[in-house]
């Protein structure tokens, strides 16, 4: 699969209603899901898009294929750090990480390796921390997310 190839990945739109206050409009696309708990997914934001404010169940290896990233670590409601990852930076976190993130002006593609052997990869928050809801392996398998998750 190459994965520059729109027409070869296959791709599931997750936008954000009225209910949130930022711009959510984001693309994911598992490539690989292994019954071990092993999985890895394309994720690609348009332009000056965010995604859902989340938490990390698991640790999360990333790499910045394409455009800009920012990442703002959160505690408590306040930010921590502002990272900006470019093309080829890789980065690992641990689980428990809380943070926002978006693409620069051109939009991003980045690459997440995680192990979820219990199946929970991400919590997805309102502004105050609370759980929305927890988005699972199966939750991205089978595409019922973007339902979900709006």
């Given at each position: ?7 070869q990945v296959?791709w ?5 209603d009225?209910?949130?206050?930022y711009p959510?409009?984001y ?6 899901s292994r ?8 994720f690609?934001?348009?332009?000056n898009a965010?995604c ?5 169940l ?5 790499t910045?294929l394409q ?14 750090e502002?990272k900006?990852r470019?093309a ?8 428990g990480?809380?943070h926002?993130?978006?693409?620069g ?10 192990y979820a ?8 928050l ?10 699972t392996?199966?939750?991205f398998?089978s595409g019922?997310?973007?339902?979900e998750a709006?």
């Amino acid at each position: 699969m190459d994965i520059f190839n729109s027409g070869q990945v296959d791709w599931k739109h997750l936008l954000g209603d009225s209910t949130y206050d930022y711009p959510i409009n984001y693309w994911y696309a598992i490539l690989s899901s292994r019954k071990d708990g092993h999985i890895d997914m394309l994720f690609r934001w348009e332009p000056n898009a965010y995604c859902h404010f989340h938490r990390h169940l698991v640790d999360t290896t990333t790499t910045v294929l394409q455009g800009e990233h920012h990442v703002i670590e959160m505690d408590k409601g306040v930010e921590i750090e502002h990272k900006i990852r470019l093309a080829g930076d890789y980065a690992h976190a641990p689980a428990g990480d809380l943070h926002m993130e978006y693409a620069g002006p051109d939009g991003s593609l980045l690459l997440f390796n995680m192990y979820a052997p219990e199946g929970r990869l991400f919590e997805i928050l309102d502004r105050e921390e609370n759980i929305l809801m927890t988005a699972t392996v199966s939750d991205f398998l089978s595409g019922d997310l973007a339902a979900e998750a709006a």
